[in-house]
């Protein structure tokens, strides 16, 4: 091969260098052109002119075997290497890449996307577990449960009530001495007392039940008392045959039909309220706002919760707690003290624990809130009213603030128009459909009434483009280039509009355009006999603050009184603007729901939240009551047992004790309820 001489300089008379074929350079380097299918590789090219001279001079000594670099194999770090340098070398601009094409996902499936949602909640809150959803209450299903646990059938009241009275014939025949115990032998007297207090656990298995039932959970009730006392009763009966025997099982066995009461009054009062609620057709709620009025809680009506209702309804009252609480401290307490005087005091255990038990078992406890629930209930039913339980009494037994609207004094229904009469020279259907553009615009009750007297007009409607209130009971409007002001007439007087003489009208409303008088609307209301009934049991009540929140400006508490008859002196009545937030305001998250009426009327709102009311404050007294009662009684028969003089109280005593308080009970919370 002939080596080529350097580069020189391009100068004129020079032949230029002569380009060569693809298959002249191949030819040259002792190759031929590729075949399709090969590959060819050739060596990185050098621009160092040193370097080219000392290849091409090794390349001369071993001619076509060393030309080839491309036939040659090499190690494959060589190769690699060499194979960079060419594409450095020839590339004279970096080609861009091809874009990556993006593989085709397939989209996720959905078990895939919520264990993924799952994994990513777990990363973001591992600390908080999720909390499951409480089951929905079936109330059809809730209600055929208790219709079919009916308790109270006349033959079974009458058979407890002769043999209590049987019962108490043996306890007075002991206490007075009669000469009727001593013509009958002490085991006839022990069949007597036995055989009709086995009767009476018969026909009231469910007080027995109920006990038992209160152990196994570990919730003992004042049921579970008692059935501690039946045990140890006929357990004293069957191992020790005295004379006295009878007496202790006379008095469990009057002691029961007061714990049966209780249990039927209970499931009774569960029935009618679950009865009421499966009549109504639209429920309203009766809740507890605490937003609108600051540091005070408000009573108003609002959207109701059958869910919320029937999980409070079915929660166990305070009484029932603080009774078994009451139960879980004096079981042991008395066990206790039966084994020391046992020990110290020569005492029979199970006639100590007898009498302990006697003393310290209230018979009225469990009728603290059965009795007063029950009585309510049976009332508000037939005005269309249920209480949610021990929840209305923790919610309206406090001092609230209650708003009375448009829709508790009037309903719709009972304002109407009584005539009109127009002054000066404006159209009637100008000055009606004015007045009704004022009214639309501020939300008035009243629009309805201006509605009814266009449509009798045939006139049109118009549309105010602003409007505003005034504290002096009226409303402006701007209706176009007009001034319209509609409200009373002492509002017209205030506002200096010229008013004809003889114009005294005072349910009436007044509409004037530009300062001139234009019309007279008559209206007409008419009281409601469930609103009189619901304002007497508030406006009678201290503890209620009674606010008139009403947007009619004709409404006033002089109307109020002389349509209702009652007394309104400690009816609150702020500005207009004031009465119309707070009549448009809404409740708010923060509402408990305290009981459910079955119309919308301020009658049952204002009964329901009175017996509310009265259920607390009858069933704390009645158990404040029993507890005083049973705790009494147990001080009283331990210092009897440490004094050593048992002898004296005698069963007779301890039953006429707790009867006299029983009776006490009963007539006060009878009077509560009642008057």
Known sequence: MKQRDSEQLHTPGVSEPTDFALEDILREFGTKAAQPGETIVFAPIQDDAAKNENKARKAAIKDEQVTVYARKEKPAAIEKKAEQRRIVADTPAPVAKAPKQKPVIQPPSDAQRAARAAEKKSREKPHIQPVPQA????????????????????????ALGVLALGNLLLLCASGFSLSLLSSLSPNTLLLISTGLFLLSLLLAWEVPAQGIAGLIKLRPSAYSLFTVLAALCLVDVFRNARTDGFLYCAVANLALPFFFRALVLERTAMRTALSCLHRFESPVGVSEVTKILPNEKTLRRDKADTQEFLSRLLSPALPARVMGVYTAVALPSTLILA????????V???????????????????????QPFAALTKRLAGIGGVLSGWSSARIFG???????????????????????????????????????????????????????????????????????????????????????????????????????????????????????????????????????????????????????????????????????????????????????????????????????????????FAATVAAGRTLRSSAMLSLALALFCGILGFILCTLLLAWNAMPTASPFHIACYHLLWALMTSFLSFIQLHF
């Not at 302990?356 to 469990?366: D, E, I, S, V």
């Not at 005539?419 to 020279?425: E, N, S, V």
């Open 348 to 370: 029979a255990f199970i006639r100590g624990w007898l009498m302990l038990l006697l003393g310290a078992m209230p018979f009225a406890g469990m009728l603290a809130f059965s």
């Open 398 to 604: 406090k001092r609230h603030t209650i708003l009375l609207r448009d829709e508790d004094v009037f309903p719709r229904a009972n304002v109407t128009g009584n005539g009109m009469k127009i002054y000066g020279a404006q159209p009637a259907t100008k000055v009606i459909s004015y007045g009704l553009a004022a009214l639309e615009a501020a939300q008035s009750p009243l629009a309805s009434v201006f509605a009814a007297f266009l449509e009798s007009q045939h006139g049109r409607h118009t549309r105010a483009d602003s409007f505003r209130y005034y504290d002096n009971g009226g409303i402006g409007a701007q209706v176009g280039s007009d001034v319209v002001l509609i409200g009373s007439l002492s509002f017209m007087r205030v506002m200096g509009v010229y008013m004809p003489a003889g114009t005294k009208l005072r349910q009436a409303a007044y509409v004037s355009i530009n300062g001139e008088l234009c019309g007279v609307f008559a209206l007409k209301y008419t009281p409601s006999a469930s609103t009189r009934f619901g304002l007497r049991a508030l406006l009678g009540n201290s503890n209620f603050s009674v606010i008139l929140a009403t947007q009619d400006f004709i409404i006033s508490p002089d109307l109020i009184a002389a349509k209702y008859e009652v007394q309104t002196g400690s009816l609150l009545f702020p500005a207009f603007a004031e009465r119309v937030r707070l009549s448009s305001s809404e409740a708010g998250e923060a509402a408990r729901q305290g009981a459910l009426i079955a119309k919308d009327n301020f009658g049952a």
């Open 339 to 346: 084994i020391f005087f046992s020990m110290r005091m020569n």
């Open 135 to 158: 089951q929905s209450i079936d109330l059809p299903t809730l209600l055929a449960q208790y219709r079919g646990k009916r308790m109270n059938s006349a033959l079974r009241r009458i």
